[in-house]
């Protein structure tokens, strides 16, 4: 149980296009849900914790005009970078917060976003 | 905010040897300890937790060992096989927010 899906796996666009990247609980509901950026040969960095039915609330240093997270239901949250330029290329995780959970979050399997 | 040190930053061992990495953490409202193995291109897998109420949790080879009085809290790897081999992030955490801060990461080299 618990599974976390993300889609896509892998994304190439040009740069000043923006990309959209779906988290899904598939099989249970999560009123949070948190979103990562990790470099290569980095650690994960939390950006945003996204929570149902209301506003992201964004870490120090990461614009929330530049990424937009969505978590319109239980078992969806988006997050989409808006013009993408070559820095923002990473690594994209995001994981669940059970509904019930006292701590354990379930990770995605992540999100390769290469601009160009 | 919370300021995570992971020690040591590379870690190679001798297939059939232990390995020790130690985390400390700063904030001392984090309640929840776990230990993510990340292999390249994947996602983090939990391999073992521990709360604030416990000192110790043991799953065969992996153990946790946790000190709240000088925040930190180590994993120990026994008898370790080439597929240890990977990068091992701690992530203390709030269970009250959720939050996970992950440390910087060690890698482990297990060789036969």
């Known amino acids: 149980g618990a599974v976390v899906s993300q889609h896509p796996s892998r994304v190439i666009c040009k740069s000043g296009t923006s990309v959209k990247i779906e988290c899904r609980s598939l099989?249970?509901?999560?009123?949070?849900m948190f979103w990562y950026r990790q470099f290569p040969k980095q650690s994960l960095m939390l950006m945003a914790t996204?929570?149902?039915?209301?506003?992201?609330?964004?870490e120090q240093g990461v614009e929330k005009d530049k990424f937009l997270i969505n978590h319109a239901s239980l078992t969806l949250s988006t997050l989409t970078v808006t013009s993408a330029h070559p820095e923002d290329s990473s690594f994209y995780i995001c994981s669940a917060l059970h509904i019930q959970g006292i701590g354990e979050q379930f990770f995605g399997p992540g999100t390769r976003l290469t601009v160009l | 905010g919370e300021n995570v040190e992971q020690h040591p930053s590379t870690l190679s061992v001798q297939e059939g040897d232990s390995a020790v990495i130690k985390c400390t953490y700063s904030?001392?409202?984090?309640?929840?300890f776990p230990w993510y193995k990340q292999e390249l291109g994947k996602r983090p897998q939990l391999i073992i937790d521990?709360?604030?109420?416990?000192g110790e949790k043991k799953d065969q080879r992996i153990a946790v060992t946790l000190n709240k009085t000088a925040k930190h809290f180590s994993l120990h790897i026994t008898e370790t096989q080439p597929e240890d081999s990977a990068v091992y992030f701690c992530a203390p955490g709030s269970s009250n927010t959720g939050k996970l801060i992950f440390g910087q990461g060690t890698t482990l080299q297990v060789k036969p």
């Open positions: 099989d249970f509901q999560a009123t949070t």
């Open positions: 996204s929570n149902e039915g209301s506003k992201a609330t964004y």
């Open positions: 521990i709360r604030s109420n416990v």
């Open positions: 904030d001392s409202a984090s309640n929840y």
